[in-house]
């Protein structure tokens, strides 16, 4: 099929059970979604966080909402506070929250309530190997994902580590809903290739939006 170059930002692809890419879904809100992750990561700035292994992670982390996921020796939570700080995380915009609920319900989650947003950053080389999602305690509720910037490569495993996974392109704008049967599947983000994006520079930001407490 000969693709629509004027709707190629509004496809909705079905990537598996439960999961439902929403392609250019937060595009026209792009510019003050990355104002906002500025202005967040000035009061709870990016950091590597620690594996418990105590390996630094690649992807640099931020937080807003009630919850923002962490890890260190002790283990990965959701916290209430930011470590670096002691302080609460800052708040979720309401553009975020909105944006999530309108995704969610989009794909068929109606009433979806996010209490936390992790805010990713990756640089060229940056990657996130193969894992679950499995700090939530409401595994009933999908997780919402906005990438904005450089375009990644992402991976979709199965229920378990082995096999090879899947490759799906993320661009700038896209949304992607991952629930019912796909919300415990393994994923990751192959290394960041390089390149520069008018809205973010050498950067990519991605936004999760989770039921977390
Ligand atoms: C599938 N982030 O933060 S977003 C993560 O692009 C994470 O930063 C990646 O994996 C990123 O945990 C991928 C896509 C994603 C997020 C959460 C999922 C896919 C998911 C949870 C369950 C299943
Ligand atoms: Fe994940």
């Not at 792009?30 to 202005?39: C, G, Q, Y």
């Not at 979806?112 to 939530?136: K, M």
């Amino acid at each position: 099929m000969q693709p629509d170059l004027f709707g190629a930002d509004r496809r909705q692809i079905r990537l598996s059970e439960g999961a439902v890419l929403l392609g250019g879904f937060a595009l026209s809100h792009a510019e003050p979604l990355v104002a906002a992750i500025a202005a967040l990561t000035a009061a709870a700035p990016f950091r590597h966080m620690e594996t418990p292994g105590g390996r630094r992670m690649s992807v640099a982390m931020s937080n807003c909402g009630p919850l923002g996921w962490v890890s260190d020796r002790g283990g990965y939570r959701y916290a209430a506070r930011d470590p670096l700080s002691g302080e609460p995380w800052p708040a979720m915009p309401v553009l975020f929250r909105t944006l999530a609920q309108d995704a969610a319900a989009q794909a068929g989650f109606a009433d979806f309530a996010p209490d936390a947003c992790l805010i990713n950053r990756y640089e060229p080389g940056t990657q996130l190997t193969l894992h679950q999602d499995r700090d939530e305690q409401d595994r009933r509720a999908p997780i919402v994902s906005v990438s904005l910037g450089l375009p990644a490569v992402f991976l979709w495993g199965g229920e378990s580590r082995a096999g090879r996974a899947a490759r799906h392109a993320l661009f700038h704008g896209d949304v992607v809903v991952w629930g019912g049967p796909s919300r415990m599947n393994f994923h990751g983000i192959a290394p960041l290739k390089d390149g520069l994006h008018p809205a973010t520079g050498a950067l990519r930001y991605n936004l999760t939006f989770r039921t977390a407490g």
